[in-house]
């Protein structure tokens, strides 16, 4: 049997990259993982556990017992106790906890356990920032988006209130994001062979279709 093939999507928050490593996978007929969601399942699960907040390392790791990956046509998706919960792992709540669980190192074990064992058997499209370079540092084809800080703010506008921001708006949303890029910073670092690709005067379909071709060209079929 042929050696699974792996696709990495790293970059900052709001770069495009969940979407974007959906579509490709879509498009190749590989499976998508979301390495945030993961993330975000295991703070979710922490929340559940203990909504105050105290948490350390083992209590969060015992928490995430309930978190299961399942197989749908072009993803595998975070369920929590057997349940689909993303609003709950998108939720306001847990996005403001995420980046203090996943500087758990334990936790970065887990989440990277839970990608290795989907890649060894799968062809997969893993979007994060931290996969080309620590968790799949062999795969076949790594990406890293890049988007200027506004033009990601208006996009995370565009996708939260399904219209335009407003100037004061996109000030407020870009000054969050920059907030997050800090908190995020030191795992989010391209793999020294990535292709960096600027994403900001590309639509989506060309994203799409750029890292599509690259696969292609690295030898990658449906
Ligand atoms: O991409 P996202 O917003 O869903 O990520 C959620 C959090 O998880 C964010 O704080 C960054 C962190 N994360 C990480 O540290 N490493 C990854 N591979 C993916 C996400």
């Given at each position: 049997?042929?050696?699974?093939?792996?696709?990495?999507?790293?970059?900052?928050?709001?770069?495009?990259?969940?979407?974007?490593?959906?579509?490709?996978?879509?498009?190749?007929?590989?499976?998508?993982?979301?390495?945030g969601?993961?993330y975000?399942?295991?703070?979710a699960?922490?929340?559940?556990?203990?909504?105050?907040?105290?948490?350390?390392?083992?209590a969060?790791?015992?928490?995430a017992?309930?978190?299961e990956?399942?197989?749908?046509?072009?993803?595998?998706?975070?369920?929590?106790?057997?349940?689909?919960?993303?609003?709950?792992?998108?939720?306001?709540?847990?996005?403001?906890?995420?980046?203090?669980?996943?500087?758990?190192?334990?936790?970065?074990?887990?989440?990277?356990?839970?990608?290795?064992?989907?890649?060894?058997?799968?062809?997969?499209?893993?979007?994060?920032?931290?996969?080309?370079?620590?968790?799949?540092?062999?795969?076949?084809?790594?990406?890293?988006?890049?988007?200027?800080?506004?033009?990601?703010a208006?996009?995370?506008?565009?996708?939260r209130?399904?219209?335009?921001?407003?100037?004061?708006?996109?000030?407020?949303?870009?000054?969050?994001?920059?907030?997050?890029?800090?908190?995020?910073?030191?795992?989010?670092?391209?793999?020294?062979?990535?292709?960096?690709?600027?994403?900001?005067?590309?639509?989506?379909?060309?994203?799409?279709?750029?890292?599509?071709?690259?696969?292609?060209?690295?030898?990658?079929s449906?």
């Amino acid at each position: 049997m042929r050696e699974p093939f792996a696709i990495t999507i790293d970059g900052p928050a709001a770069s495009g990259k969940t979407s974007t490593a959906y579509q490709v996978a879509e498009a190749l007929g590989f499976h998508h993982v979301d390495s945030g969601a993961l993330y975000r399942a295991a703070t979710a699960a922490a929340l559940r556990a203990n909504p105050a907040g105290n948490w350390n390392e083992p209590a969060v790791l015992v928490a995430a017992r309930i978190v299961e990956m399942e197989a749908r046509k072009a993803s595998f998706c975070p369920l929590l106790a057997g349940e689909d919960a993303e609003g709950e792992i998108r939720g306001e709540a847990v996005t403001a906890k995420v980046s203090a669980i996943a500087k758990m190192s334990g936790v970065r074990d887990w989440v990277n356990a839970q990608v290795r064992d989907l890649a060894d058997l799968h062809d997969v499209v893993v979007d994060g920032r931290d996969i080309g370079t620590v968790v799949l540092p062999n795969a076949r084809v790594k990406v890293f988006l890049l988007a200027e800080a506004r033009e990601r703010a208006r996009r995370r506008l565009l996708q939260r209130l399904g219209r335009e921001g407003t100037d004061s708006e996109l000030d407020e949303e870009a000054a969050k994001l920059a907030q997050r890029d800090a908190l995020d910073a030191v795992q989010t670092v391209p793999a020294p062979d990535a292709i960096m690709l600027d994403t900001t005067d590309m639509s989506q379909a060309e994203q799409v279709r750029q890292i599509i071709d690259l696969a292609r060209a690295a030898g990658a079929s449906e």
